[in-house]
């Protein structure tokens, strides 16, 4: 009873956050739509580019035109996904530290958890690069002829929630650094969302393993597109288990959860200095 | 000059502020992505496709391009600086505006260039990547490249002024547009389905791409200086009379 209540709450906040969104497009129709554009024309200036050089080259590193595509499609769905869930720089989780901001949700009657989950929900104006990747996912899937079964689908949600839990863990793992220096690492998360993003859209077959190995351990881009496609489409690279990109998720949100606690101890103690006391942020 | 070389050196040390170790991060993603991405390009041309260039000459055009990505594709703090109020300041100042914005970036490449360029420069035979350049012309290619840089970015300045708050997005929309129509990270000559016929004559193809395909020797210097000149002399007369229009519409409300 008390989980259903739970769950029912959390469907009633994502509720709260989509009609706030829904109220700033018919409010403020001109500015979101040229937000919905510009998330358009930003993921796509991205994903073209590999795209682009596929067609001319008729695919890269043994993967064809139309296997780069579902990548970029797998690539575009997860953009979509952070834009969609995340707007509220609630992944962006170093800008709040660093800015002195988690304090203003403590004053909050629920959980940090459960508002950081919930408050970034903008299903109308960024939900555009989701149903983007979904059209190209399709239009992939038939190129490719691929046999979809209730498996597969399941994997592909999966799949796609690893690679989502990837993102948001490792984010909030480097952004621990704000909590012990809030200038300097307000925009680390940054860094380590959008500084990755191209290079998490290589393909990276054909490619040295120890490049491989690399960016599939110590810099995950690997399984930001590249090797759950690859699983997707029933060639696990480099012999690992199709498993590795779930397991690796547990793993990596397990550090992440230890650490992020750690920093949250430390702030609660330690405070932060980035406001003067007439308001201004140092 | 002297003031403005002193305001690009303060804007260097700024950089440095909160010690070196915080521009760490930067310099290890743009390490991690040029490594993979010199591999990509060896494993695209290694198919054997025709390409206009021979896999020695793209790769010295991807690592020549992530080595000097800020004068590439020149980035001011402009756009931001009006959100936060900053731009104003500029004026309290005996200096012209578009002088202070353009020392103020040069004096941020600095760390980046020590940081990143200098030791990446050293480790290039290292990675079998040649960085001797195909021609002189480079360096004026190189130079009218930051020029027009300047130029394009202080129209988009403009833009966002027009446009009140959305500097943002404006921001977003032209780094999407310049990163793909510039050929820093894919040779304009590289584009398919005949884009790359179109492509080359406009705007943003002086840009980044112009004096790496000098570098690489995969251009005509004679060809590509003249459409450079012709860009910078078409869009400086421009540039300076939009702004000098707009700064009556600037409106800051500070961060």
Redesign the interface.
């Given at each position: 009873m008390a989980v259903k209540n739970k769950v029912l709450r959390i469907l009633k906040l994502f509720g709260i956050s989509a009609r706030m969104d829904l109220t700033w497009l018919l409010r403020d129709t001109k500015?979101a739509i040229?937000?919905i554009?510009?998330?358009i024309?930003?993921n796509?200036?991205?994903v073209?580019?590999i795209y682009?050089?596929a067609?001319?080259?008729?695919?890269?590193?043994g993967l064809n035109t139309d296997e780069i595509l579902f990548m970029m499609a797998y690539s575009t769905i997860t953009t979509g996904l952070f834009i969609m869930f995340g707007s509220g720089n609630n992944i962006h989780i170093s800008r709040i530290i660093g800015r002195g901001q988690l304090e203003h949700l403590f004053m909050q009657p629920l959980s940090l958890k459960v508002q950081l989950f919930t408050s970034g929900f903008t299903p109308f104006t960024g939900g555009s690069n989701f149903v983007v990747g979904c059209i190209m996912l399709i239009i992939a899937m038939q190129r490719l002829s691929l046999p979809v079964t209730v498996w597969w689908v399941i994997f592909l949600i999966a799949y796609i929630l690893a690679t989502m839990t990837i993102i948001v863990a490792r984010a909030y793992l480097?952004s621990s650094a704000a909590f012990y220096?809030p200038?300097?690492?307000e925009e680390?998360s940054s860094?380590?969302i959008e500084?990755?993003w191209?290079?998490s859209t290589?393909?990276?077959?054909?490619?040295?393993s120890i490049?491989q190995v690399s960016?599939l351990t110590i810099?995950p881009?690997g399984l930001m597109a590249w090797f759950p496609s690859l699983c997707l489409l029933g060639r696990a690279p480099l012999n690992f288990t199709e498993y590795y990109p779930l397991a690796f998720a547990l793993i990596l949100s397990l550090i992440a959860s230890y650490v992020f606690r750690k920093g949250l101890n430390y702030y609660v103690k330690k405070g932060s200095n980035r406001y003067v006391p007439y308001g201004f942020?140092r | 000059m002297f003031k403005y070389m002193k305001t690009a050196g303060m804007s260097c040390l700024e950089k440095t502020n909160?010690?070196i170790i915080?521009l760490l991060?930067?310099v290890l993603?743009k390490i991690?992505?040029l490594?993979?991405?010199i591999?990509?390009w060896?494993?695209?041309m290694t198919?054997g496709?025709r390409?206009g260039m021979n896999m020695s000459q793209m790769l010295t055009y991807t690592y020549v391009s992530s080595l000097l990505s800020d004068m590439m594709v020149i980035e001011t703090a402009a756009s931001g600086w009006l959100s936060e109020g900053v731009l104003m300041k500029l004026y309290g100042r005996p200096m012209s505006v578009l002088g202070q914005l353009a020392a103020q970036t040069a004096g941020s490449w600095l760390p980046m260039l020590l940081l990143f360029s200098l030791p990446m420069a050293l480790l290039a035979p290292a990675m079998g990547v040649s960085l001797k350049p195909a021609s002189p012309w480079f360096l004026l290619s190189l130079l009218l490249c930051i020029s027009l840089g300047f130029a394009i970015d202080f129209l988009f300045a403009c833009l966002s002024i027009k446009l009140r708050?959305?500097s943002w997005?404006i921001s977003?929309?032209r780094?999407?547009?310049v990163?793909?129509f510039s050929g820093t990270?894919?040779p304009i000559g590289?584009?398919?389905?005949g884009?790359d016929r179109i492509m080359k004559y406009q705007p943003f193809a002086c840009l980044g791409g112009s004096p790496l395909s000098v570098y690489v020797g995969s251009a005509d210097p004679g060809s590509v200086i003249l459409l450079q000149l012709i860009w910078n002399m078409l869009l400086w007369p421009v540039t300076l009379l939009v702004f000098k229009k707009s700064q009556e519409g600037i409106v800051s409300y500070g961060?």
């Open positions: 500015y040229a937000g554009t510009a998330d024309i930003s796509l200036s991205t073209s580019g682009l050089i067609l001319r080259f008729n695919g890269i590193g480097v220096a200038v300097a690492a680390i860094a380590a500084g990755t191209l290079l290589f393909p990276l077959s054909g490619m040295p490049i960016l810099l881009e942020r | 909160g010690g915080y991060p930067d993603i991690c992505t490594i993979p991405l591999f990509l060896r494993v695209v198919s496709a390409a708050n959305m997005l977003r929309i780094t999407a547009i990163s793909l990270i894919i590289l584009l398919p389905l884009i961060g």
